[in-house]
């Protein structure tokens, strides 16, 4: 009977805070991150520039304004030593630390890093999204759009109370193969990495179309079938599964993002974009707000929101059990 009234209260509960949560991602939301956008897309942000450090100013305001401690992560690294890792991906040490000098007179990044502490676990969930961009793009959808949803979800966030932690990254140098995610990915290593529940990185949702959305995974499989057609089968993990349930977001095996880099230390990550399978904007400079369609912002945030608030439930309930 104990159970029973537990379930009964915690699905009350669970049921209360979605009702919640909707409420809050409506207009306020949906204007906060356009806002966001707007003022990340004055120019290109591309990594070692003036620009994307005026864009690193701004997060570390934002998110220094509902609370947060902010840490700065510099790494360093040679484009000559970026390429040679790159071409190592079979080798992981190399890939992840091969292109970093700690060199000052090299070419400079900054990751940014916020963590909301929870309750009751030292349990991690990292919510991550890269700030620069490439060359000669105001990168509104890419990756203004991702950053945007962060920002809100660290807002949203900053006043209640989850039983476990969850760290906003904003990467740095994803347009450079993921330099901030590697070096964060190479810190990991070095300092433990056990406590990390999984990463949900975005990567551009919100460019005006009829897409639907990837779920990307880094873990596939090949499969053949009876006409002896070869193909490549993504492999699910425990993000994954709580995301692909919504049917307008499909699995895919792509390594295309800084999602990447923590699944070479088997860290369940993914990243939310629009299907690429379709021509879009990025990484050019039609990547403007005027593209921007702010009701996928809203749609990536509310799905964002889902996933903490299944941990959140499911998270709930393991301590019950065990209380019991």
């Given at each position: ?7 009964t209260g915690y ?22 991150m356009?806002?966001a956008?707007?003022?990340?897309t ?12 005026d864009?690193k ?13 902010v840490?700065?992560q ?5 484009d000559?030593?970026?390429?040679k890792?790159i071409?190592?991906r ?8 091969g ?5 000052e ?6 990751n940014?890093?916020?963590?909301k502490a929870g309750s009751s676990?030292?349990r991690t969930l990292?919510?991550?999204?890269h700030y620069?961009?490439?060359e000669n793009?105001?990168?509104?959808n ?15 966030y900053?006043q ?10 904003c990467?740095?140098?994803?347009e450079?193969?993921?330099?901030g995610?590697?070096?964060?990915v190479s810190?990991?290593?070095d ?18 179309s ?5 779920v990307?995974?880094?873990?596939g ?7 002896g ?5 993504p ?6 599964e709580l ?14 993002s800084?999602?990447?880099p ?12 629009q299907?690429?399978?379709?021509e879009l904007?990025?990484n050019s400079s ?13 749609e990536?945030f ?5 996933i ?8 709930s309930?393991?301590g019950?059990?065990a209380?019991?």
């Amino acid at each position: 009977m104990k159970k029973k009234i537990f379930i009964t209260g915690y699905m009350f509960a669970f049921l209360f805070c979605c009702s919640r949560v909707y409420a809050e991602t409506g207009t306020d939301a949906e204007e906060y991150m356009k806002s966001a956008i707007e003022k990340m897309t004055e120019n290109p942000r591309m990594i070692g520039t003036p620009e994307i450090d005026d864009a690193k100013e701004y997060l570390v305001s934002e998110l220094k304004n509902w609370g947060y401690d902010v840490q700065e992560q510099d790494f360093f690294y040679d484009d000559r030593l970026n390429e040679k890792a790159i071409q190592s991906r079979s080798n992981k040490e190399e890939y992840l630390r091969g292109a970093f000098t700690g060199s000052e007179g090299d070419k400079r990044g900054t990751n940014i890093i916020a963590e909301k502490a929870g309750s009751s676990s030292d349990r991690t969930l990292i919510i991550s999204a890269h700030y620069d961009t490439c060359e000669n793009s105001p990168g509104a959808n890419d990756n203004a759009s991702g950053v945007a949803v962060l920002l809100n979800a660290a807002r949203m966030y900053s006043q209640k109370d989850y039983p476990f932690n969850i760290r906003f990254i904003c990467f740095s140098g994803e347009e450079a193969w993921f330099a901030g995610s590697r070096y964060y990915v190479s810190s990991l290593e070095d300092s433990g990495y056990d406590n990390i529940m999984g990463v949900i990185n975005i990567d551009s949702v919100a460019e005006k179309s009829n897409l639907d959305y990837w779920v990307m995974v880094s873990e596939g499989k090949e499969v053949v079938d009876e006409s002896g057609t070869v193909d490549f089968e993504p492999i699910a993990n425990e993000i994954s599964e709580l995301i692909t349930k919504k049917t307008e977001y499909q699995l895919v095996c792509q390594m295309n993002s800084d999602h990447y880099p923590f699944s070479l230390l088997g860290i369940p990550a993914v990243t939310i974009t629009q299907d690429l399978s379709e021509e879009l904007h990025i990484n050019s400079s039609e990547d403007t707000m005027s593209y921007i369609d702010s009701n996928r912002l809203v749609e990536v945030f509310s799905t964002v929101d889902d996933i903490i608030q299944k941990e959140t439930a499911l998270a709930s309930l393991a301590g019950a059990t065990a209380a019991n």
